[in-house]
C-alpha cells in the first residue's frame, strides 16, 4: 500500500513526541522568563507586579431570575433552529457576561463563583445541542 500518510499508529506516535517537545521547549521559556523576571526586580526592586485578572468574588452578579434565564435559553434554541452555529454564537453575544454564567448554572454546567465564560459558553452550547438531539425545539413550555 503506497500512500502518502502515514498509518495512524505512527501518526499518533509522531504527535505524542510533538507535544512532549513543546512541552520540554515551553517549560525552558518559562525558567528563563521567571529568571529574567527576578533579575528584572533585583535590579528594579519598585518595579509594580503584574495585574492580577479579576477574582470570580468580584464578578458582578446577573439580576435576572430563574426564569427570564429560561426564556434567553429558549431564545437561543431558537436562533439556533433559525441559523445554526452562527445563530448560537449571535444569541450569546447578545448577553452580558454575567447572565451567561448565570444561564450556565441554571442549567447545571456551571457553578457560580468558578466558572469561567469560555466553560460557560461551551456548556451551553452542549446543552443546546443536546436538547436538539432529543427534539426539544424551544416552542413548548415547560
Known sequence: MNSEFPPPGEEVKRLANEIEALRGDMQTAFR???????????????????PKSLPSQQRPASSKSDA????????ILKAVEESGPPGFDSAISALPQEDI????????????????LNKAIDGIRKRVQERRLLGHTGHEKP
Do not use: C, H, N, Y
Request: proline content about 7%.
Open 32 to 50: 528563563k522568563l521567571a529568571q529574567m523576571e527576578k533579575r528584572l526586580r533585583s535590579v528594579f526592586p519598585s518595579l509594580p507586579k503584574r
Open 101 to 116: 454564567i448565570a444561564l450556565a448554572v441554571e442549567l447545571g454546567v456551571g457553578q457560580p463563583k468558578r466558572t469561567s
Open 68 to 75: 427570564q434565564l429560561q426564556a434567553d435559553f429558549q431564545t
